[in-house]
C-alpha cells in the first residue's frame, strides 16, 4: 500500500470512528429524504431515541402536515399518529422542502420512491433527483443510506457514481455508502420497523459495521451485516418469492373453480404435510412493493439475456386475478338474470390492503375500469380512502351485485344479509351468513 493510500485509509477509519461515537451518544445529525410510509415512521423513531432529524419531502403540504404534527398517513397505523405528535413538540423532527438544510447532517436516509415503468424497467427519478440535491450540499464525512428498494447493482451503477459525480467526492473515503432496505408493511409500520430483522449493506464491512450501531437505536431485532449487493438481491428475492408464492395459490385457486374444488379448505389440508405453507389466493395482489420487486431483482439478469421465467410468469397469474373477478361477477349476474352493461356495482375496497388507505397498484382500480368499460355502473366504496367513505350497507342499496376486493375490518364485521343485492362475488374469503337467495361466487370455490 502506497503512502497516501494508507494515509486515506487511516484518515477515513478515523472519520467512521468519530461518527461511530456520535451515534453512540446521540449526538449525530440526522436527516431523511422523503417522508411517505417508509421514512416518517423511520424519522419518528430516530427521533424518539433521541437523535435530531431533518425530515425532506418535496411536498410541501405533506411537510407542513408533519411539522404541525398531524400524520398525513389516514390508514389504522397503530402509534404513529401519536409518535410523530411528541417528536414533533419535542423539537427533535422537523421537516423541510429545502436541501440546503442538510448541509450539517452527517447521516441521510433516503426513502423515495422506485417504481417501475410498463416495461418493467426501473424509474429512478426521485432517487436520481434526491442524490442530485443531496450532492452539493453533503457534509464531508457523511454517512448516505439508501433504504428504499433497489435492483441488485443499483448502488454501484446508479447511487456512487451519481453521488460523486454531483457532490465532488469520493465514496468511502469523502463520504460512506449504505444500502438498509426496509420490511416494513402499511398498518404494521412502527412494529415492523422495532421488531422486524434488517440486513445492513455497507460499501465497505467498516460502513456496514457503524450502520449496525445506528439502527440498534431504533430495532429490537438481529441486524445483519452484508454488502450492498447481498442486501439489494434480499430484499427484491424476498418480496418476489413472496409474490411467487402467492401466484400458486391463486393457480391452485383456478384449478379448484374448474373441477369443483374448495381452495381454503384444499389449503387447509396442504398446509398438514410438513413444510408446506400455501398462501392466501384473492382478487389480486396490490402496493407500492410487492408487484414491482420481482421486476427489481430480476433487471438486471433479463438485460443480460438470462432466461427469467418463473418471476413473470407469477406476475401475469396474479395481475389477471381482478379480471378474473369480473369474470366471476359476469357469470354470477347471468345466472341472476342481470346483464352485465346494465348493472349497478359495489366495489368494497379501493386500498390495497386491509385498515389501509393505501391505494398504490390496487387490484380494485383495475376492476372498477373493467366494470365501466363493461357498462356497468360501479358504486366504490372504502373506509379508509377519502371520497369513497360512507356507510357500506346504506351505499348497497340500489346495487345488483356486490364485490369484495378488500378484507378490511368492517367487512369482516358486516351482517351481510343486511346488504342488499342479489349477487355477491368474494375475492378475500370473508362473506360469511349468506341469505339462501344470493348468488354467490368465491375466488377458488368451485
Ligand atoms: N410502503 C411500504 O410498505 C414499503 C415497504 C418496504 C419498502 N418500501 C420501499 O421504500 C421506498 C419508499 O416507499 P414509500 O411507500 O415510503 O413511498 P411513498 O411514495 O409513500 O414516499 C416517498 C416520499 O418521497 C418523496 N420524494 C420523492 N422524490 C423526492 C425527492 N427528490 N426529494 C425529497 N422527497 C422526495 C415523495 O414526495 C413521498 O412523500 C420504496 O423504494 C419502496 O419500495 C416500501
Known amino acids: 500500500m502506497s503512502e497516501s493510500t494508507s494515509r486515506r485509509v487511516s484518515e477515513s477509519k478515523a472519520t467512521l470512528d468519530l461518527l461511530q461515537s456520535k451515534i453512540a451518544d446521540r449526538s449525530a445529525k440526522l436527516a431523511v429524504i422523503g417522508l411517505g410510509y417508509v421514512g416518517l415512521p423511520v424519522a419518528c423513531l430516530f427521533a424518539e431515541a433521541g437523535f435530531d432529524v431533518l425530515g425532506v419531502d418535496l411536498q410541501a403540504e405533506r411537510v407542513a ?41 452527517e447521516i441521510i436516509l433516503i426513502c423515495v420512491e422506485t417504481p417501475v415503468d410498463e416495461w418493467h424497467v426501473p424509474r429512478y427519478v426521485a432517487l436520481k433527483s434526491a442524490l442530485r440535491s443531496l450532492g452539493p450540499v453533503l457534509k464531508e464525512g457523511a454517512l448516505v443510506i439508501v433504504e428504499s428498494t433497489i435492483a441488485p447493482g443499483t448502488m454501484a451503477r446508479v447511487v456512487k457514481p451519481l453521488l460523486e459525480e454531483s457532490s465532488g467526492q469520493r465514496a468511502n473515503a469523502d463520504f460512506f455508502l449504505g444500502h438498509c432496505p426496509e420490511r416494513v408493511m402499511p398498518g404494521k409500520l412502527l412494529a415492523n420497523l422495532r421488531g422486524v430483522s434488517r440486513v445492513c449493506g455497507g460499501e465497505t464491512p467498516e460502513t456496514a459495521a ?122 354470477a349476474l347471468a345466472e341472476a338474470g342481470v346483464a352485465l352493461a346494465d348493472a349497478r356495482v359495489l366495489a368494497m375496497g379501493y386500498a390495497y390492503l386491509e385498515n389501509s388507505d393505501d391505494m398504490r397498484h390496487s387490484p380494485s382500480a383495475v376492476v372498477v375500469a373493467r366494470l365501466q368499460e363493461l357498462g356497468a355502473e360501479v358504486v366504490i366504496h372504502d373506509p379508509y380512502v377519502p371520497g369513497y367513505q360512507g356507510d357500506v350497507v346504506e351505499m348497497a342499496q340500489g346495487c345488483d351485485a356486490a364485490v369484495v376486493m378488500v378484507a378490511h375490518g368492517v367487512y369482516q364485521e358486516l351482517d351481510w344479509a343486511a346488504l342488499d343485492v342479489s349477487v355477491l362475488v368474494d375475492g378475500r374469503h370473508i362473506a360469511t351468513h349468506l341469505p339462501a337467495a344470493l348468488m354467490y361466487r368465491g375466488v377458488g370455490q368451485g
Open 65 to 105: 402536515r408533519i411539522n404541525a404534527g398531524v400524520s398525513p398517513i389516514d390508514g389504522d397505523e397503530p402509534g404513529l399518529a401519536e409518535l410523530l405528535a411528541a417528536v414533533s413538540d419535542s423539537d427533535r423532527l422537523r421537516a423541510t422542502t429545502d436541501y440546503a438544510e442538510l448541509a450539517d447532517r
Open 210 to 331: 457503524v450502520m449496525i450501531a445506528l439502527y440498534q437505536h431504533i430495532v429490537q431485532a438481529e441486524l445483519d451485516a452484508a454488502d450492498c449487493v447481498t442486501a439489494e438481491l434480499v430484499k427484491t428475492a424476498e418480496n418476489a418469492y413472496r409474490d411467487v408464492n402467492i401466484a400458486f395459490a391463486n393457480e391452485v385457486a383456478l384449478i379448484c373453480e374448474a373441477v369443483g374444488g374448495d381452495v381454503w379448505r384444499v389449503r387447509e389440508l396442504v398446509n398438514k404435510s410438513p413444510g408446506r405453507n400455501m398462501l392466501l389466493p384473492g382478487a389480486g395482489v396490490g402496493g407500492h412493493c410487492i408487484p414491482k420487486d420481482p421486476w427489481l431483482l430480476s433487471y438486471q439478469a433479463r438485460e443480460q439475456g438470462v432466461p427469467v421465467r418463473l418471476i413473470p410468469a407469477a406476475r401475469a397469474v396474479n395481475e389477471s386475478m381482478p379480471l378474473h373477478m369480473v369474470e366471476l361477477l359476469e357469470d
